[in-house]
């Protein structure tokens, strides 16, 4: 989870990408 701060701004963008990252 590397995208926490970046998902703050774009968390529904970064939603999908974090979930790659699981």
Same mark, same amino acid.
């Given at each position: 989870?590397?995208? #926490?701060? #970046?998902?703050? +701004? ?5 939603? !999908?990408? +974090?979930?790659?990252? !699981?």
């Amino acid at each position: 989870m590397k995208h #926490i701060t #970046i998902a703050r +701004s774009t968390e529904k963008k970064d939603n !999908l990408d +974090s979930n790659k990252d !699981l």
